[in-house]
């Protein structure tokens, strides 16, 4: 890999299923995520995702470029910038931004598809 390369992204959609799903495995029923009333009372304008769903996409395509380098020598560092909502179409992004003879450093997150809008950014370091 070399400086500017970009990881083969990946797509996916927010459904209030998906978020109703992830509660049900995680056991995180917090209100913001499943109770749409309660949710625009506290202000957010409807349930948003849970952060850790955008969080497994950028999981699965660090891995699906890296492997087991990943899983590990593999570390990596995010921001929730903004809630991901039912009805949005998103893509992760990854891109190298630094080769060393160790490590590889990329630039990494996810945005929402119609406006490019960043909901999560952070970095990721891979062992070599």
């Given at each position: 890999?070399?400086?500017?390369?970009?990881?083969?992204?990946?797509?996916?959609?927010?459904?209030?299923q998906?978020?109703?799903?992830f509660?049900?495995?995680s056991?995180?029923y917090?209100?913001?995520?499943?109770?749409?009333?309660?949710?625009?009372?506290?202000?957010?304008?409807?349930?948003?995702?849970?952060?850790?769903?955008?969080?497994?996409?950028?999981m699965?395509?660090?891995?699906e470029?890296?492997?087991?380098?990943?899983?590990k020598?593999?570390?990596?560092?995010?921001?929730?910038?903004?809630?991901?909502?039912?009805?949005?179409?998103?893509?992760?992004?990854?891109?190298?931004?630094?080769?060393?003879?160790?490590?590889?450093?990329?630039?990494?997150?996810?945005?929402?598809?119609?406006?490019?809008?960043?909901?999560?950014?952070?970095?990721?370091?891979?062992?070599?």
């Open positions: 890999m070399k400086v500017g390369d970009r990881l083969k992204e990946i797509r996916f959609s927010i459904t209030q998906k978020i109703n799903e509660a049900h495995l056991g995180d917090n209100p913001i995520h499943v109770d749409e009333e309660f949710a625009i009372r506290a202000g957010l304008g409807g349930t948003i995702a849970h952060g850790a769903i955008g969080m497994a996409y950028i699965k395509m660090l891995y470029e890296f492997g087991s380098s990943f899983s020598k593999g570390r990596l560092v995010i921001k929730f910038i903004s809630p991901m909502r039912p009805g949005y179409e998103c893509r992760t992004f990854g891109e190298v931004k630094d080769v060393s003879s160790s490590s590889i450093y990329l630039s990494i997150g996810v945005e929402r598809v119609e406006d490019n809008a960043k909901l999560i950014v952070g970095e990721a370091w891979v062992g070599i």
